[in-house]
C-alpha cells in the first residue's frame, strides 16, 4: 500500500500547559551502588556499539492505582545519570516538588515505575526500574516523594542492583522492558532474558528464564538457532487476559509474542514488507485491546530501503481468538504513513487513533475513517507556534509592526509610546502560556542577572517585571522607541530559543481509560484540547465549522455562508495588513493613560491604511536605517499599500454584488456578532471547586477562547469602520451607515468588553498584598480550615496565578460538566470546553438562580470580590471599563435617574483609588490617584438614589461600613457621606482629601439642621449645629495641620464656632508647631489673632513652664518675640528673664562644656531683658517675674480638671526663696549680666563657680579672674561694683597680681639674690633673660590695662614698679613703665609731676638698691634742666620751676658711701659718687645764677 506523504493537516486542538509544572523543587537523592564499577573500557572503534542504548531524552507517564496517580519520568541526555520523577493526580493541584534520582552510571533510555508487589510493610507504594549503560539494572522501592526531602541516599533495604554481564553475554543489549516483577532485555544476537527481578532473589532458581525457539533442542542447535535470528529491535510488555506477554520485535521483521509466565512462544510473524530490499525494523508499540474486536493495535516503524530517507509507520492488529484457547492472529497492515528520518519523537496508540509526536508538532491519525488522501490527518497547536506569535517571532517584520502601529496610536508621545511597548511586551511574557519559570531565570541570566534558587522562587510577579525592565533599560532601551523595540526583540528571542531548547517535548503522556492526551517536555507538563467553535472559525477554514456551529451562528443559507465567508476573508485580509501588532495594541489601548476608545483606536489604524507612514515614522526610519534603505522600505510598503487598497476594494465590492444589498451584509454580520456574545449556560454548580489541574487547564482554556473572542470582535469592528469610511465608494447609504452606527457598534463594543474582561481575568496575574492590608493578615494567618485556600494564599502574587483563581476561591462551586466522565482521571480533549463556557458564563451573566443581571451589576459584585483580597490594580481596570462603557451607553441625565448601580461603580471606584494613592511609590502618582478618588465619591454623592443603591454594598469586602439609613433627605445623604468619604481619607492618611470632604460637609450643615420642620429625621443628628460644625472645623484644622498649611489651619481655628473646640485645637496647633519647628510663625505678625492673643500668650507660657531647658526653640524665647510683636515690653522682658532663670538653674547642673554653653545663652536672656526694659519708660523700667509667674499659672485654665500642675516646690526648686518678691530693675539686670558673664568666662577656662547675690560680688570672685587671665572682666567688676577708695584698693589688687606674673620663678630669685650686680652688663643679661622665659604676653596686659586704668588711679604705676622690684630686686623694668613715670607735669622741670613721677621712680630705684639706675635717672633730669632752650630759661627762673628729691638724692650719697666704707664695689661706687657730686655741684652753681636773676629782678 502506498504510504500518504504529509500534509498540511487541519487544525483540531492546541496544547495547554499545566500551572505549576515549571516550579517543582527536586529533592535529590543518590543511589548506593556495592557493585564494584568495571574499569573504564578503552575508546570504541568508531562502528562499535555499545553495550547498551546510549542516552537520550526519553520520558513517559505510567498510572498507577485508583483513583489514578500518575508518575512521570524523565532523562535528559544534558545530565545522562539523572532521572527526575513527578508524582501527580488529576483531583489535586499539580505538585511543587520532585525526585531527582542520581545514579552510579549513565542511563539508557528505560524506566517503568509499577506498583510494588507485594506491598511493603515499610510504606513502599512502587517500584522503578532502571538499566545504565554499563549493564546494571536496579530495582528501586519508592515512597511518597515528600520523604525524601531530608534525604540524601537511598536506604539500602530499598535498592536492588543486578550486573547483566555477570548472568549472560548477548554481545550487547539493544532493547528493555519491564513489568512487575520482571526485567526483560533483548540481544544483538536475537536473544531475550527474563529477570525476575523484585519478586525472586537473584540466586534463586528460575530468576533467569532465556526465551528460545525450542528449548528440547541441544545446545549445539541452540547455538545454530541463535545465529539465524536477528537482532532484537524493541519489547513490549502487554497484559491481555491477566496473561503477561512479550512482544519481540527484530531487526529483520519478525515478530514474536511470549508468555512471560510460562516462557513459551505463542506466536511468531513476519512483517508483510519484503527485507530484500533492504527495509529495517526499529521500533514497535502497542495499543489496548478493544473489547469490541478484541484486537490490539500494533505500530511498527520501519526505513523501507536504504536509499529513501524518510520511514514509515504500518499499522497491524494483534487478534485474540476466544475460543478453546487463546489464539493469536497478526492482521496485516492496513494504514501506512510515512515520516522524516529521525523526525518521530513519541507515538501513542488510542482505541481509535493513533498519536504521533514529531519534531515539528503533533498530529493523530483515526483508525476508522483513515484516507491516504490525509483526510482523517489532524494536527494540534503546540506551545512553540503559540509563544512565537505572542512574542512577535513568529515573523521577522512581526516587531516592526508594532512600533509602526504604536507610532499611528500616538503619534506626538515618544515616551508614551516606549512605555506602551514595553507594557505589551510585558503582558505577553507574563501570559500564563508563555511564561516559564527556569526559562526565564536562564534568559535573566543570559543577561547577567544571577540569582539563587530560593531568591528567584521569592520574587513576585511585580518583583520580576523590575528585573525584566531593568535588563532592557540596562540594553540601552531609552535611546529611542526603535532601539527599545530593538532590546526586547532581543529579549524574547533569547527567551523563545532558551523555551524551545530547554522545554522541548520529549514524550506523550496517555490515559488510555478518558483519552487524555498530553506531553511531557524537558521542563513541565501539558495536556491537549479540541478547539473552540470560533477558534475552528478563526484558524481553519469555514467548511470545518460543520452543522453545530452553523446552526449557533444561525445563517440560513447558502448565500448567508458565503457572504460570512467573504466577511471574514475580509477582516482576514485587514489584519494581515495591519500585522501581529495589532491586536496586542488595541487590547493595550484599554490600559494607556489617557485610556483610548476602541473608535479611537480604530480610527487611527484606518488612516495608517490609508498612509501606511507617518512623518514621525519616516524621520525614525531615516535616523536608525539610512535615507537609502528608508527610502526602499518605504518605495516597497507604499507599493503593498497600493495592492492591498485595491484588493480589498474589489472584495468589498464583489461583497456587495454577491449579497444584492449592504441591509443583508449587516444582517449576516449581525448573527456572526451574536455569535460572539458570551454563551449564557443555565447549569447549576453543585459541586465544590478544588485547586486542581482541570481547574487550571479551564482557566486557561477560558483566556485562550476569549482572546480569539476579542480579536474576532475587533476585526469586525475595524472592517465596519472602513466600510463606514468609503460610504459611498462601495454603494452604502446613508440608511445602512446609520444602521451600523446605531445597531451595531454598540454590541460590538459591548462584546469587545465583556470578552476583554474575561481575558483579563484569566491571565492577568494577582497582585502581591502588602503587609498593611489586613485581609492579606488574616491569609497570613491562614484561620480559614480549607487547605485549597491555604494554598492558594501562599499563590497571590506569583506569575502563575491569576485573578480568575481569586474568583473561583470566592464563588466555591466548580465549574466542571456533573455529566462528564470520571472527575478523578485526566480530561479528555473535549472535557475542558464545558467548564471554559460555564466559567465565562457565570462571569458574564451570572448563575442561573440569581435571575438576570447586567453585566455593571456583576463588575459590581467582582469588584467587591478582588477588593477583598486586595487586588486594587483590576478593581480600578474593570470599574474603569464600565465606567466609560456605561457612560457611551447613557446620557448624564438618564444615568442619574436610571441606572441605580452608577452610584455603586462609582463609589467602588473611589474606594479602589484610594487604596492605590496611598500604595503609590511616587507623590505625582499619589496626588493623581487621590484626585480620581475625589472626584469619584463626589459624583456618587450627587447621584440621584445613591443613599438606597449603597445600602445593598456587601462589606465583607473590607470596605467602611456608612452606617446610615436610606430615609434620609438629600441634605442629610450628603453630610454623612460627605463625613464618611473624610474618615475613610484621614484612615489612608490622605489629608487633602480629608479635608475636602469636611470642608463640602460644613457646606450641608446650615441646609440640614435648617430642614427639620421637613424632614424630621435631623432630630436625630444628637447634636447642636455649633457642635456639628465646631467638629469639623476641627477635622478641617486636623487635616490642613497635617499637610503643613499652617495658616490655613489658623482660619479653621477662628472660624470655629465652638469654643472649646476652638481652644482644643489652637493648643494642638501649639504643640504642633513645635514640633515641627515652625512655632516661628506665632511671631512672624502674619497670623492675626482676633481675640486669641491672650489665649496663645497662656498656652505658650504652659507650654514654656513645663517645658525642658532643651527644647528648641524655647518657649520663652516665643514668648518674648511673640510679646515684643505686640509691644509688651515689660512681658516680653519678664518672660525672657524667666528663661534666664531656667537656665541658671539647668547650668548648675551640667559638665563645663555644656554649662558654659548654657550660660552662653543666660547672657543673651539677660541682655534682651535689659534691651527691652529701655524701651520702657524710667518709672516703668523693672519686672517681678517669679511672682507674676505664679499669678499667671494660677489664673491658667481655672476651668480644666484634666490639667495636672507640678508642685509649686517642684515648678520653683531653681528659684530662690529670697527673690520670690523681689522686684528687678536695669540696675540689678546689669549687675547679675556681669556676674553671670564673670561666671561664663570662667566656665571656659574650666572653674565651676557661681553666685547668690547680684548686690556685690563674692570675695575670691576677682582673685579667680585674674588667675584666669580674664582681665578685662576683672576690671568690669571691679568698675561696677566699687567706687572711691575701695575702687583703689581692687584696681592695686589686681595689678599687684598682674605684676608677679610677669616676675621670674621664686627659685631665680633665691638663686641670684637682692644685691646689686658687680657690673651694669651682668644685671641686663639677667633682666633680659627673665624677661625671655616669661614671654611677651603678661608684659602686653599689664601695659594695655595700667595704660587704660591709671586714670581711676594715678599711682598704679608705683604700685607695679614697686611690685616688680619686691620681687626682683635685679628686674629690669620696661621701658614703658619706666617713661610712664618720666613723664613730666607741664610748666615744671626736674623730677616733680604727679603721683607716678620721675622722683617716685628715683626712690624706687633708691629703695631697691638700683643706686646705677638711680643716679643715671638723677643725671638725666639735671642736665636736662641746664641744657634748656634760651626760650624756657625764663620759664625755669619761676618760683617752684625746678624741683629735685634731694632728701632721696641724699639717701644716695649715703648709701654709696656705705658702700665704699664696706669695701663692695668700691670702684663702681666712686665713680657714681663722682658723677653725682659734679652733676650736683653744677646744679645748684645753676640754681645760684637763677636765683640772683629772680631777685635782681624782684628788686628792679
Known sequence: MAARSSSSPSLAGIEVPIIGSDLIKWFTVSVPSSITPPPPPPPPEP?????????????????????????????????????????????????????????????????LICKSEPSSASGNTCMLYALTVTGVAYLI??????????????????????????????????????????????????????????????????????????????????????????????????????????????????????????CSKLLSYTMDVSTSNGATFTRLWAGERSNDTNTVPLVVLYKPNTEVDGEIISLYGLHLSLGGRTNLIIEPSTINISIEEGALIDLKLCSDKIWILKEDGLVSHSFIDFSESGESEQSFGLQEATIGEQLFQSSEHASEDLLLLAHSLYPSAKDHIAARVSSIFLRMLFLPDVYHSSIMRATLQDHNKHFTELVFNSLTADGMEKEIISVIEHEGASRSPLS???????????????????????????????????????????????????????FGSFDELGEISSSRINLSNDLEREVLFEVLRCTSSLSQQLGKGAPALFYDSFFSEPSISPEDVVARFLKLLETRYTSDMSALHISELGVDTAWEKGLGDHKVLRKFSTDIFLSLHGLYRKAGTWDKVVDVILKYLNFLVPQKNENKLDSEVAFDIRTCISVQVMSQVSKVMFESAAEILLLLSYMVKLGGQINML?????????????????????????????????????????????????????????????????????????????HKRSFEDQNSADLKRLPNLGSFIVPARNFTSWIVWGKSEDGSSSFSSRSTMFALILLKHGQFNAVEHLLTMVNQNLLKEKTSGSIQYVNNEWCTLLHLLGCCLLAQAHRQPTRASTEKKTSEAISCFFRAASLHGASKSLQTLSYESGLPHLGFSDQVSPGSWKLHYYQWAMQIFEQYNMSSGACQFALAALEQVDEVFGLKSTYPEAHSLNESPIIAKGRLWANVFKFTLDLNYYHDAYCAI?????????????????????????????????????????????????????????????????????????????????Y????????????????????????????????????????????????????????????????????????????????????????????KLENEFVLTSAEYLLSLANIKWTFTDIEKPPPNLVELLVQSNLYDMVFTVILKFFKGSALKRELERVFISMSLKCCPNRENLKKHGLLLTSSKDEAVGIASTTQHYKGNDQWDALEQYIEKYKSFHPRLPVIVAETLLCADRLIELPIWLVQMFKGTLKGSWGMAGSESSPASLFQLYVDYGRYAEATNLLLHYIESVASLRPADVIHRKRTSAVWFPYTTIERLWCKLGELIDSGHMVDQCEKLRSLLQAALLKHFQQVNVDSDDVMSSATS
Not at 514524550?507 to 470560533?534: N, Y
Request: proline content about 5%.
Open 734 to 810: 446613508p440608511d445602512d451607515v446609520s444602521r451600523v452606527q446605531l445597531e451595531l457598534f454598540p454590541l460590538i463594543q459591548e462584546i469587545i468588553t465583556e470578552w476583554h474582561i474575561v481575558h483579563y481575568f484569566g491571565t492577568k496575574h494577582c497582585e502581591s498584598p502588602t503587609m498593611e492590608d489586613f485581609s492579606s493578615r488574616l491569609s497570613s494567618l491562614q484561620i480559614d480550615s480549607n487547605a485549597n485556600r491555604r494554598s492558594w494564599n501562599d499563590k497571590v502574587g506569583k506569575c502563575d496565578f491569576t485573578l480568575a483563581f481569586i474568583l473561583l476561591l470566592d
Open 1136 to 1227: 525672657i528673664y524667666l528663661h534666664s532663670e531656667q537656665l541658671k538653674h539647668e547650668a548648675a547642673l551640667k559638665d563645663y562644656q555644656l554649662r558654659s554653653l548654657a550660660l552662653q545663652e543666660r547672657l543673651n536672656c539677660l541682655s534682651a531683658t535689659i534691651n527691652a526694659l529701655h524701651l520702657v519708660h524710667p518709672t516703668c523700667a523693672w519686672i517681678n517675674p517669679f511672682v507674676q509667674e505664679k499669678s499667671m499659672l494660677k489664673e491658667l485654665y481655672p476651668s480644666k480638671k484634666a490639667r495636672i500642675f507640678a508642685p509649686d516646690d517642684e515648678a520653683d526648686v531653681y528659684i530662690p526663696s529670697q527673690k520670690l518678691d523681689s522686684c528687678m530693675d536695669i540696675v
Open 484 to 538: 527599545l523595540l530593538y532590546c526586547w526583540k532581543n529579549f524574547c528571542s533569547r527567551y523563545f530559543d532558551n523555551w524551545c531548547y530547554k522545554n522541548a517535548p520529549c514524550g506523550l503522556l496517555h490515559d488510555p481509560s478518558t483519552g487524555a492526551i498530553g506531553l511531557i517536555r524537558k521542563s513541565s507538563v501539558s495536556l491537549l484540547r479540541c478547539l473552540e467553535d470560533i477558534e475552528l472559525l478563526a
Open 141 to 262: 522501592r519508592l515512597t511518597d516523594i515528600n520523604n525524601y526531602g531530608s534525604s540524601s541516599v537511598f536506604p539500602p533495604s530499598d535498592v536492588i542492583e543486578l550486573n547483566i554481564r555477570s548472568y549472560c553475554d548477548y554481545g550487547a543489549i539493544t532493547a528493555i522492558a519491564a513489568t512487575t516483577g520482571c526485567l526483560v532485555i533483548g540481544g544483538r544476537d536475537g536473544s531475550v532474558g527474563c529477570f525476575r527481578l523484585g519478586i525472586l532473589d537473584s540466586s534463586a532458581p528460575g530468576f533467569l528464564h532465556e526465551l528460545r525457539d525450542d528449548s528440547s533442542f541441544g545446545r549445539l542447535w541452540s547455538l545454530m538457532s541463535r545465529r539465524t535470528v536477528a537482532a532484537v529491535k524493541d519489547l513490549v510488555c502487554l497484559e491481555i487476559q491477566a496473561r503477561n506477554l512479550l512482544l519481540v520485535l527484530h531487526f529483520d521483521g519478525v515478530l514474536r509474542v511470549w508468555d512471560l509466565l510460562t
Open 1054 to 1134: 477662628i472660624s470655629n464656632p465652638d469654643e472649646e473646640s476652638k481652644y482644643i485645637c489652637l493648643r494642638r496647633f501649639i504643640i504642633v508647631l513645635y514640633e515641627r519647628g515652625a512655632i516661628k510663625i506665632l511671631c512672624d505678625g502674619q497670623l492675626p489673632f482676633i481675640g486669641l492673643a491672650e489665649k496663645v500668650e497662656q498656652e505658650l507660657a504652659w507650654k514654656a513652664e513645663r517645658s525642658d531647658v532643651s527644647l528648641k526653640p524655647n518657649p520663652y524665647k516665643l514668648l518674648y518675640s511673640f510679646e515684643m510683636r505686640q509691644h509688651n515690653w515689660r512681658k516680653a522682658a519678664n
Open 47 to 111: 562502528e562499535s556499539e555499545p553495550f547498551a542504548p546510549i542516552t537520550q531524552d526519553a520520558s513517559a507517564c505510567c498510572t498507577i492505582g485508583y483513583p489514578p496517580t500518575y508518575f512521570i519520568w524523565r532523562i535528559n541526555k544534558s545530565c545522562p545519570n539523572v532521572m527526575e520523577i513527578v508524582e501527580f493526580c488529576s483531583s489535586t493541584e499539580f505538585p511543587r516538588v520532585g525526585l531527582r534520582i542520581e545514579f552510579p552510571s549513565v542511563l539508557c533510555p528505560f524506566a
